[in-house]
């Protein structure tokens, strides 16, 4: 049996699942950052990553939908607006595009998810499911990797921006609002978990959704890191960098 | 067979839909405008329309969960900031508190859920399943009562202002607000369903979603005047008028 930890006892448990576990520990985000990947690697990165980004609206509505109180969905639709925007121009998916682009990928191509890999569609759909699956609580606690996002973000910047000629502030805008807009997100999550979470099966609950999030965001790197680092064997059907798009 | 319309004639065939079964011509709304019922029984209403009122947003997350195209989820994303506003003293589903306790409602009851009728529950729960269940296009399809809504409410406005002394503008502010956003909203899901609604069956399918929504109106009303019109049978647990809340 487990026993019942204290709120700030369950932020500890939290935190320390994340350094175990958060994808900033992956070989494919050490290469990344150090300047060990080539252009066409990041290309196969940011496209496959498109894919999670475009998802988190359809998870956070999933998670809207699931919201009984009007002041919880008046906090959590702000997810969906920050990543929306307020125009094709505007919010994270299109900070992503840019981004996207600014490593030479067709827009077009990114937006059709034609050369991803089965393993990034499998995981990303997992995360969906997950969230219209689980408790509440669970879907909250889920989103408990912003917790760790800031710090990595601010490493994995400044180790583009050093490493790659060709990368450029603006081409990681996305990453720049993230250090905004994850901490409040971040908050939000944590509060509500620590708050909500009120039985030893609930607390281990709210742990493992965030045991299973880290899986699912290393999960996508290994893939990465299997089609286009080591062994570097692409799966039939997937972006091929240098080919036609 | 049925021929493929022109989307001219799908509105009109949507248009006629709406004339025919919109719940405005239930005998329950007709006593309601011209003054027929008792303060006990627009209680009823008011209190059974409110799990209607609280589950719109959530319809709207399923559908904005459903949208892949952020363009798309944009405009639909209006109705759940509508609905919620931005404070617990702002939006639609406030300004139904306002109307219920303008009618002498306690809102914590409202709130509770305690009272509705199970046909109520059964009616809007249906809603909400059908919005996940079936095409996005007859999702948006079930919302197009809204073309006819406001007409409606400003015949009930008046109507109600003017044959019970108890009911101010103030109450029926709800009303008034959605004068304007209803047009709004529905003509942005007519030009949608118009748009994509390409085959005979696709325009089949819209029909019949909008006659399902029609139907799932009605059905509440029905169970109201079965309740506390006539024969005025209350079920075993639901609001019972006058006694303690």
Not at 8 to 20: D, F, H
Request: hydrophobic letters at 45%; aromatic letters at 10%.
């Amino acid at each position: 049996v487990t026993a019942l930890l204290s709120p700030n006892e369950l932020e500890a448990r939290l935190q320390a699942t994340g350094i175990e576990r958060y994808h900033n520990r992956h070989p494919f985000h050490t290469l990344m950052n150090s300047g060990g990947l080539a252009k066409s690697q990041l290309q196969a990165w940011a496209l496959n990553r498109y894919y999670y980004q475009a998802i988190i609206p359809i998870k956070d509505s999933v998670i809207l939908s699931r919201m009984t109180d009007p002041a919880l969905r008046r906090i959590w639709r702000l997810r969906i607006i920050d990543h929306d925007g307020d125009s094709d121009q505007d919010g994270g998916i299109a900070r992503w595009f840019a981004l996207a682009e600014g490593l030479g990928l067709d827009r077009a191509y990114v937006a059709s998810l034609a050369g991803i890999l089965p393993a990034t569609r499998f995981a990303v759909e997992a995360y969906v499911h997950f969230v219209r699956e689980k408790s509440l609580l669970e879907a909250i606690a889920s989103s408990l990797t912003e917790m760790f996002s800031p710090e990595t973000i601010s490493v994995r910047v400044a180790g583009m921006l050093k490493n790659y000629d060709y990368i450029t502030p603006k081409v990681l805008a996305y990453f720049e609002k993230r250090l905004t807009q994850a901490p409040r997100d971040a908050n939000f999550a944590l509060d509500y978990v620590k708050r909500e979470a009120r039985t030893p099966e609930q607390q281990q609950a709210a742990i493992r959704a965030l045991i299973f999030k880290c899986d699912m965001l290393w999960s996508m790197l290994d893939a990465l890191h299997f089609a286009y680092v080591t062994p570097g064997l692409i799966p039939p059907g997937a972006f091929v960098p240098g080919e036609p798009q």
